[in-house]
């Protein structure tokens, strides 16, 4: 069980030095995400080098940053988002992609919001989807930590 997360955690750090770009239909999905918790039309711009994260903005006006990342399940990854407000206090978590046969209960909404009202160590678990929720509260803790950091270097 120790080689496991020991992988699981190589798997990760391999993770986040790879420029991944999600793909056309995550993006399309995204929007409509936005739109819905927004209500508007949001100008996203690049924060950072890295090419997945982006503010949100009207008018030069910031309304909040958004994320896309890729997580490891068992076999393959998967793609979720991340929107923050401006105090990079996480307000919505969204599975966009899922690949595996297993697991996709993740992707459910009402688990998904745990997110938002606990910190990623308190999360409940999902039976028979053990990997893949232990790689989203991973990622998601390494996302808002690196997005915290983000915010008071500028």
């Not at 239909?25 to 918790?37: N, P, R, V």
């Not at 105090?87 to 997110?115: A, D, P």
Request: glycine share 4%.
């Amino acid at each position: 069980m120790k080689s496991f997360f020991f992988l699981l955690i190589i798997g990760l750090s391999y993770n986040t030095c790879a420029q991944w770009v999600p793909s056309e239909s995550s993006i399309k999905k995204a929007d409509k995400e936005l739109l819905q918790y927004f209500g508007q039309d949001l100008e996203k711009r690049k924060i950072s080098s890295n090419l997945n994260h982006y503010s949100l903005s009207i008018n030069d006006s910031i309304y909040g940053y958004i994320c896309f990342e890729q997580s490891p399940s068992k076999h393959d990854y998967f793609d979720f988002m991340a929107i923050y407000s401006t105090e990079m206090v996480l307000l919505k978590l969204r599975v966009l992609v899922y690949r595996e046969n297993y697991g996709g209960e993740i992707s459910n909404k009402k688990w998904l919001r745990q997110f938002v009202t606990r910190s990623p160590k308190k999360v409940q678990a999902i039976s028979g989807a053990t990997i893949s929720v232990e790689s989203l509260k991973y990622s998601v803790a390494q996302l808002s930590e690196k997005m915290l950091l983000w915010k008071f270097s500028n």
